[in-house]
């Protein structure tokens, strides 16, 4: 399966559906055992957070707060960047990363033409030479000037192309929804360590939100400096071409803002239902303080159910204002009864290629951890414990982020989770330490186009070249890799309780001995 998803010799989808054929025939696990892997609570978690976004989708509210996210940043490249990286990363939280990305690009390329002009006429003058008169100017500069002026542009532009599918990846790292990984980790936990509740969707905010933080501003940072946004060019010293210029980008972006119109009903609705999604899986039990979960029945609630809960109403509430006439005059016209959302629209828009894969992950974890192979791995990789857990955790997060760059990052989760987790229990360290740094760092696949679909889609544009990605991602692999390490060693640590070994994973090993030797007695007696 490994070779499979790595080489896509068979659609990714179709390679998760393989334990359900090789399981049972094989004698690894029986056929009731293997498909349940299938539809998993973090599964449902999952179609519910899609359908929440198909949502948003089908009423544009996406596109109302990525124009007014840079209408406030204002157009100055530094600014812009930053602009372009909070939307994306804050949308990315939520929606799918490859239309986050998809969606972003257009606006940027329109705003960058406006400020700089038309890209091949910026190529054109990156060519110069002092004998050949430059295009037609706002001002006097000599050929040199506008050839050096046109190659600062033509970075900048780079930067835009990367930073919205870079910001992408980083955002969707905040949400237990936001990226495939973080469900397989919440799966896999509930499969290797049963008794473990430690994450859910609050938790894991207060956990991812910072570090997303953290890492995007970093982000920010490298880029502006490597493209050019941080110079003082255009952040300071303004021209009056500059000037027009920038007059134009925003009047583009204000212009797109109004052909939105003011706020309708149905954006309203969905508006609310979005903020009451995330508040509730927030709030249901964020371990620092007692969530509403307490009012049900221990164990009963999940994040599933409040996800889905939420999703069933978008099905039911009208997108338009309902007349109250009608219920006191059965004569008078009342709104055609249209609902936020469909169940066509639904159809088309939900990955269930992930849903499968998803699967897939879980179903091979449980094979791995039935059958004694990752405990197997697990014993290989001892050197390991012989450095710090702390090198450890750079280790790991390192080799993963490696990983991914060539193969899928849920893939990747998939294959190397069971071999991290047994290999925490064999040297008795938490093993969220090691699980929770390569969750997030498989989601860190930035010098490659083949790494993400974000990836693929802003070197589609034709504007980038291999050397950009690798020159740029190979630093952002660096800072995710330390940033990472801080927050699992910081307050990571105070969240999760990473410090010490406890009992849901002693559990483990003590449960395993202890069926083994019950079904000894029992087969002992039945003879």
């Not at 693929?456 to 740029?472: C, P, Q, W």
Request: charged share 15%.
């Amino acid at each position: 399966m490994a070779v499979y998803w790595c080489t896509e010799a068979l659609p990714l989808a179709v390679t998760a559906l393989l334990p359900i054929c090789l399981f049972p025939t094989m004698g690894v696990l029986t056929s009731k055992k293997v498909c349940p892997q299938y539809f998993l609570e973090p599964n449902f978690l999952f179609f519910s957070g899609v359908v929440m976004a198909s949502a948003i989708e089908e009423w544009n509210v996406h596109r109302r707060i990525a124009l007014k996210v840079l209408n406030i940043v204002g157009v100055k490249p530094v600014w812009l960047i930053l602009g372009m990286m909070i939307t994306s990363s804050f949308l990315s939280m939520w929606l799918n990363n490859t239309a986050t990305t998809a969606m972003m690009l257009p606006i940027a390329n329109a705003i960058l033409e406006n400020l700089f002009g038309d890209l091949e006429k910026l190529k054109e003058n990156c060519k110069l030479k002092e004998d050949e008169e430059g295009a037609e100017r706002h001002d006097k500069r000599t050929p040199e000037e506008v050839r050096a002026e046109s190659e600062y542009q033509l970075k900048v532009w780079k930067g835009f192309l990367l930073c919205i599918p870079y910001a992408s990846s980083i955002g969707g790292t905040a949400t237990l929804t936001g990226t495939a990984p973080n469900l397989i980790l919440m799966g896999q936990l509930t499969s290797f360590f049963p008794d473990c509740d430690l994450v859910n969707f609050g938790s894991w905010f207060v956990f991812g939100f910072p570090l997303m933080v953290l890492f995007l501003l970093l982000g920010w940072l490298w880029i502006s400096f490597l493209y050019g946004g941080l110079n003082a060019r255009l952040c300071v010293r303004k021209q009056d071409w500059q000037a027009d210029a920038e007059r134009k980008a925003k009047a583009v972006i204000d212009e797109d803002y109004k052909k939105l119109g003011p706020m309708n009903f149905a954006e309203g609705a969905i508006t609310f239902f979005f903020i009451l999604f995330a508040v509730l899986l927030f709030t249901r039990d964020p371990k620092f303080f007692p969530g509403w979960s307490i009012f049900f029945n221990k164990g009963y609630v999940s994040d599933a159910v409040t996800g889905v809960v939420i999703i069933s109403l978008l099905f039911v509430f009208p997108s338009q204002k309902p007349s109250l006439s009608w219920w006191f005059d059965f004569h008078s016209t009342n709104t055609q009864y249209i609902p936020l959302l469909s169940w066509k629209k639904v159809q088309g828009s939900v990955s269930w290629n992930i849903i499968l894969l998803l699967g897939g992950g879980f179903a091979m974890a449980k094979g791995c951890e039935e059958s004694g192979l990752a405990s197997w791995l697990g014993t290989h990789l001892q050197p390991i414990a012989r450095v710090p857990p702390p090198v450890a955790v750079i280790l790991i997060t390192a080799f993963v982020a490696c990983f991914t760059e060539f193969a899928s990052n849920t893939a990747t989760i998939i294959i190397l989770l069971p071999i991290i987790t047994e290999l925490a229990i064999n040297i008795k360290v938490n093993p969220l330490y090691f699980m929770i740094p390569a969750t997030t760092g498989c989601s860190f696949a930035f010098m490659l186009p083949v790494s993400t679909p974000p990836n693929s889609i802003a070197f589609a544009s034709g504007h980038l070249m291999v050397k950009d990605m690798v020159k740029t991602g190979f630093m952002m692999n660096i800072l995710g890799i330390l940033t990472v390490s801080l927050a699992v060693n910081t307050w990571g640590t105070y969240m999760f309780g990473l410090s010490t070994y406890p009992d849901w994973a002693q559990s483990l090993n003590v449960t395993s001995t202890t069926t083994d030797a019950l079904c000894t007695d029992i087969e002992y007696w039945l003879k």
